[in-house]
């Protein structure tokens, strides 16, 4: 009997000592996979890689759409009356408070989508009306500077 308890107790001690083993080497993996600084001299190279082909074919469908006309160079429209482009600007103010209104039973992105893209008509409004404002104030023939 006395020989049974000492070979489960060997047994249990080779258990402990092999689970002991498994956790410090899962421990390490776990650090290396969190390691980002390791990772990145690991695979930088692939990263950077994959950064300038992503790059590379966005630029090239840019210039490829450019080049078969998909874009078509259109004149400088003359200047509008302060009117009419405060006309305009009510109209996507108003649109987009529609919009707003349908979006608030909708999910958090929608809200906060909206919410963006209104703040950039307020800001692209202001700066139209700005340079309209810059532009009916310059001298004929002459663009003023704009930044």
């Known amino acids: 009997m006395a020989q049974a308890i000492d070979q489960a107790e060997r047994e249990r001690e080779l258990t402990k000592q092999s ?13 290396a996979e969190f390691d980002w600084k390791a990772r990145l001299r690991r695979d930088g190279i692939r990263y950077a890689l994959i950064g300038g082909v992503v790059v590379a074919v966005a630029v090239g469908a840019i210039v490829l759409r450019r080049a078969l006309g998909g874009e078509k160079e259109e004149a400088a429209p003359k200047p509008s009356t ?11 103010r108003k649109k987009l408070d529609s919009a707003k209104l349908e979006a608030d039973g909708g999910p958090v992105w929608q809200k906060l989508a909206l919410r963006g893209v209104s703040a950039a008509a307020a800001a692209g409004g202001t700066y139209a009306a700005r340079r309209f404002m810059a532009r009916s104030a310059a001298p004929a023939g002459e663009l003023p500077a704009t930044g």
């Open 82 to 92: 302060f009117d009419e482009m405060a006309a305009e600007l009510a109209a996507i």
């Open 19 to 31: 689970l002991s083993d498994n956790i410090d080497r899962l421990e390490a993996r776990v650090r």
